[in-house]
């Protein structure tokens, strides 16, 4: 099948209506098997069954109730295991707010089963003490000043692949979303959440699952199913450095400027903007910017 052929067939696929229901949480079980049977035939499918899967699993979060319900009952943490055998979640947390970072510290030492590990208001520290604390969960916030988010992402994958991240983000386009994603995190939580439903998506995902906040899942969804935007098909092929040089020089950063945020050369920059430019199909600065602007990816650039 040509390349053209297969992304014809993709983008029909994802038109199927079912995604939206499944993201909403209303798919049927019969349209849930579908999608299943869809996933193991395209790795398009795969993805959008891998983001949207979870939010469909209202009846295993109803079975889980009464397990929380015991832990919440239990007053004590026993060197880290409850009598029920369930093993404490030690979860470290990187934020730059700090009074947002202790108060969310409080509510989760305050929650049975759960633990805070460790705590730091920039990337520097996070990757210097996450190694040795082993964490189950990182919650990550992706505005960090020292360094970019997707990149701390890339870092903490790498340098911890046993640890679970979850994005606690205020961004909420679908195309930051799915950038974290690549980045390596397996949630992503918008932080007008409640606390409850953090909580909750701490425990799903280190069960394995992959939380979606609903708004986050629903926008991902309607980017899947707009029509192709010009030059914008060439953002998957992206890495997700790539794709931090990209959103940097769109937003007017200069060559050297983008290397110093990145903490890059200059030369490293050069390179990455010529396969920029060759993937996405562009000429010159202007339609590089365009290309980022209609897509989302310039939204919220510090």
């Given at each position: 099948m040509s390349a053209k052929r297969r992304m014809e067939v993709d983008e029909?696929?994802?038109?199927?209506?079912?995604?939206?229901?499944?993201?909403?949480?209303?798919?049927?079980?019969?349209?849930?098997?579908?999608?299943?049977?869809?996933?193991?035939?395209?790795?398009?499918?795969?993805?959008?069954?891998?983001?949207?899967?979870?939010?469909?699993?209202?009846?295993?979060?109803r079975l889980t109730q009464g397990i929380v319900r015991e832990l919440k009952a239990c007053s004590r943490k026993a060197s880290g295991v409850y009598d029920?055998?369930?093993?404490?979640?030690?979860?470290?947390?990187?934020?730059?707010?700090p009074v947002l970072r202790e108060s969310f510290a409080r509510?989760?030492?305050?929650?049975?089963?759960?633990?805070?590990?460790?705590?730091?208001?920039?990337?520097?520290?996070?990757l210097r003490e996450i190694p040795a604390v082993k964490p189950d969960v990182v919650l990550v916030d992706l505005n960090i000043a020292d360094r970019d988010g997707m990149e701390l992402l890339v870092a903490l994958r790498t340098q911890n692949p046993a640890a679970k991240l979850l994005v606690l983000s205020g961004y909420d386009d679908e195309y930051r979303v799915?950038?974290?994603?690549?980045?390596?995190?397996?949630?992503?939580?918008?932080?007008?959440?409640?606390?409850?439903?953090v909580i909750d998506g701490i425990r799903r995902i280190s069960r394995g699952e992959a939380p979606l906040s609903r708004r986050v899942a629903a926008g991902v969804?309607?980017?899947?199913?707009?029509?192709?935007?010009?030059?914008?098909?060439?953002?998957?092929?992206l890495t997700p450095r790539e794709r931090q040089v990209l959103r940097l020089l769109a937003a007017g950063r200069s060559t050297r400027e983008t290397a110093t945020r990145l903490t890059i050369s200059p030369?490293?920059?050069?390179?990455?903007?010529?396969?920029?430019?060759?993937?996405?199909?562009?000429?010159?600065?202007?339609?590089?910017?365009?290309?980022?602007?209609?897509?989302?990816?310039?939204?919220?650039?510090?």
């Open positions: 029909a696929m994802l038109e199927d209506p079912r995604w939206e229901a499944l993201a909403a949480g209303e798919a049927t079980p019969e349209e849930v098997a579908g999608l299943r049977e869809l996933a193991e035939q395209s790795e398009v499918a795969k993805a959008a069954w891998m983001l949207f899967q979870p939010a469909n699993e209202k009846q295993i979060d029920f055998g369930v093993a404490t979640i030690r979860v470290y947390l990187v934020d730059d707010h509510a989760l030492d305050a929650e049975p089963g759960m633990t805070v590990a460790g705590q730091a208001g920039t990337a520097t520290e996070a799915a950038e974290a994603l690549r980045a390596g995190a397996q949630g992503y939580l918008v932080k007008t959440a409640e606390v409850a439903e969804v309607r980017g899947m199913r707009k029509p192709t935007l010009e030059g914008a098909g060439g953002l998957d092929a030369k490293t920059v050069e390179a990455h903007r010529a396969r920029i430019y060759r993937k996405l199909g562009c000429k010159s600065a202007v339609e590089l910017t365009r290309i980022a602007v209609r897509t989302g990816l310039l939204d919220n650039v510090d």
